[in-house]
């Protein structure tokens, strides 16, 4: 390349479509490079100073040399102005304020000058090459591609894939698995930047979506869309779950992924290095699906909570070790799968948790209705946890209630009332002491009971709420002990009261909405924009005098 200034034109050319063919760039960007080559060569014989131009002609090769200089009356810059008279020496006809060129001969580059030509034309076709890898890969993320092992460095396997190269960092390789240099390889392009050093390809061998789509290439059906893959989760190279269903009735999505005696996933597990799948028909309905992810283990009840997103589940004694797997797996994968929240129980941990809040809400009713046993039983067993459920349901669904009368509906809703108000009151008087303003209780959807822990929080103004985040303000932080909302083998069960150990925002445990936090903060912010007109107005009192 440090010769291609100074050949003949006919080399110029030929080096130009060598090094376009050889780098799979287009041949006008080569053409470019000599150019800026030539053109700073050029200046450093002529004088920095000079506005220099070169054309290289991509059909001839003949090289064109030029600088561009202004007309002006009187000259001050001798590098970039010229006066009228020599302009008409240069180019008849030439005005004031008119740039016209003034012809240069060709430079013979010395070899200081041809190592600075062959850096910028270096420079530049590398540019051209790393723009046009990133072209080519930007809208290939989610594709699957071979390439071969060119290097392990710091445990991450770089990846040559022909016309650039990729990464699988470490956390995205399968377990154990031993990369040797000059050995193919299967990836995921999960992801491809722009980079000072070139494109930057991410690859991964772990991701679920590289099981997905090796499924599509061993499952003709799946190319075919006829079975889709709902689902999938990866203990990348040790198990993975995946939850398919057919658009045709007469295809069995299990068996098409199986294949004859096994074959399609064994091609999949033999790629993923015996990584053991678990191939799970997928349904709408949830409780159907966690029970066929939790496979192999039995379930003998599902409790759904749709709201917190968790699934609580039931097994037989003698199945909780399956169920829950080795080191947890199982149900964790299942977790994965399904996108909620699965904690695992024994039917007899089961009894006891549902005897424990059945006693816990008879004692409640029991004290805060001053009822008997029986009555406060019977209140539980029809679904009710809290006092708010009793005052404000319909007078006749309560009423409706076997051994009830609307009499004693009345009575009961009277009572929860005023049970609900003592405890309000109590929380007012707890609020006041803790010194929360009066201010805050005018706030939407907030309760005495949620401004006594907004104090015990240290929140006790208007400006202390508005200063929070909504996520600071209602964020739940969830635990492991689930909570209970229909069961499919009894009467409906109510969500419990809040539990502090759910707590992740300072009202966490209240349930708020995402927009009933807004709503809160907004409400609590109103007074600064208020302020706003009055601060002006007093501002331009003081200017005016």
């Not at 009793?390 to 009575?411: P, Q, R, S, T």
Request: some cysteine; glycine content about 6%; overall charge negative.
């Amino acid at each position: 390349m440090a010769s291609a200034i100074s050949a003949n034109k006919a080399e110029l050319l030929a080096i130009a479509n060598s090094v376009a063919s050889e780098k799979m760039i287009d041949k006008a960007i080569v053409i470019e490079a000599m150019e800026e080559a030539i053109q700073k060569a050029a200046r450093a014989r002529y004088g920095a100073e000079n506005d220099i131009r070169a054309k290289l002609d991509p059909l001839t090769g003949d090289l064109s040399l030029w600088r561009v200089v202004e007309v002006v009356e009187e000259v001050e810059d001798y590098f970039k102005q010229v006066s009228v008279e020599q302009a008409q020496k240069l180019q008849a006809g030439a005005k004031l304020g008119d740039y016209i060129v003034d012809p240069l001969p060709p430079v013979d580059l010395g070899r200081i000058d041809a190592q600075s030509a062959k850096q910028v034309i270096f420079q530049k076709v590398r540019d051209a090459e790393r723009e046009r890898q990133f072209e080519e890969f930007k809208d290939r993320q989610g594709e699957v591609i071979t390439g071969v092992i060119k290097s392990v460095e710091f445990g991450h396997v770089i990846v040559n894939l022909g016309r650039a190269e990729g990464v699988i960092r470490r956390d995205q390789q399968i377990p154990r698995e031993a990369a040797r240099t000059g050995e193919r390889v299967r990836a995921l392009i999960t992801k491809v930047e722009r980079n000072n050093r070139g494109p930057q390809i991410f690859l991964s061998r772990a991701h679920p979506d590289f099981m997905k789509k090796l499924f599509a290439q061993e499952v003709p059906e799946i190319y075919d869309n006829i079975i889709e893959i709902k689902a999938a989760a990866r203990d990348p190279g040790s198990r993975a779950k995946i939850g398919v269903i057919s658009r045709d009735s007469s295809i069995d999505p299990v068996g098409a992924c199986v294949g004859m005696k096994g074959s399609r996933v064994q091609a999949v597990v033999q790629e993923l290095q015996g990584e053991k799948i678990d191939i799970i028909p997928w349904s709408e309905d949830t409780a159907t699906f966690v029970v066929n992810a939790l496979q192999p283990a039995t379930v003998a009840r599902v409790v759904l909570d749709e709201d917190e997103g968790r699934i609580e589940v039931v097994v037989p004694d003698d199945q909780l070790s399956l169920a829950i797997g080795r080191r947890g797996q199982n149900v964790r994968l299942a977790s994965q799968l399904t996108g909620h929240q699965i904690d695992i129980m024994t039917e007899e941990e089961a009894s006891e948790k549902r005897q424990k809040e059945f006693a816990e809400r008879s004692k409640m009713f029991e004290e805060e209705l001053d009822v008997d046993e029986t009555l406060s039983q019977l209140l539980v067993a029809e679904g009710f946890a809290e006092l708010e459920e009793v005052a404000y349901i319909e007078l006749d669904e309560l009423a409706a209630i076997e051994g009830f009368d609307e009499e004693l509906a009345e009575e009961l809703q009277s009572r929860a009332a005023e049970a609900i108000e003592r405890h309000e009151t109590a929380a007012r008087e707890e609020r006041r002491a803790l010194g929360v303003e009066d201010a805050l209780a005018d706030m939407p959807h907030l309760t005495e009971a949620m401004l006594v822990t907004l104090g015990k929080a240290g929140i006790k103004t208007l400006d202390d709420l508005a200063d929070l985040a909504t996520d600071e303000l209602i964020a739940k932080k969830r635990d492991s002990a689930p909570r209970r909302r229909n069961s499919p083998d009894g009467p409906p069960m109510r969500r419990p009261a809040p539990r502090e150990q759910d707590k992740g925002g300072v009202l966490g445990e209240y349930g708020l909405s995402e927009e009933q936090g807004n709503e809160i903060i907004m409400a609590a912010r109103a007074h600064w924009f208020e302020d706003e007109p009055a601060t002006e107005e007093a501002a331009d009192a003081d200017s005016s005098q």
